[in-house]
């Protein structure tokens, strides 16, 4: 079992960046991969990337490519996702999510473990 913190959420202007970290205090941490999704008011939860348990392998769905990066750091137990020229309509709740498997697919909606989400909000 993993426990899950996000964290970075914040109010942004149109065109900005943002940084998002997903944080765990337990062990088990490093033998999971990690993606991110998010999910808007009303709409259905999206993946946006995923990496895997070395940190080595990092997966987008082809919508997903481009302005989002995912990285890991082993040494703090902490999953970054970087955000650049971020849009009003990504104005969501982000999730981060640990799973024993690595997914290779956009049609991925994720494993048993989830955060609790940080929000962000993109002004326009």
């Known amino acids: 079992q993993v426990q899950l913190v996000e964290s970075g959420g914040r109010l942004v202007q149109a065109g900005g960046s943002l940084r998002l970290s997903c944080s765990s205090s337990g062990r088990s941490f490093i033998r999971y991969a990690i993606s991110w999704f998010r999910q808007a008011p009303g709409k259905e939860r999206t993946f946006i990337a995923a990496?895997?348990?070395?940190?080595?392998?990092?997966y987008y769905p082809d919508s997903m490519k481009g302005r989002f990066t995912i990285s890991r750091d082993s040494a703090k137990n902490t999953v970054f996702l970087q955000i650049a020229n971020l849009r009003p309509e990504e104005t969501a709740v982000y999730y981060c999510?640990?799973?024993?498997?690595?997914?290779?697919?956009?049609?991925?909606?994720?494993?048993?473990?989830w955060g609790q989400g940080t929000q962000v909000t993109v002004s326009s």
């Open positions: 990496i895997d348990a070395s940190g080595e392998s990092t």
């Open positions: 999510n640990a799973d024993t498997q690595f997914p290779i697919t956009s049609a991925y909606l994720g494993g048993n473990y």
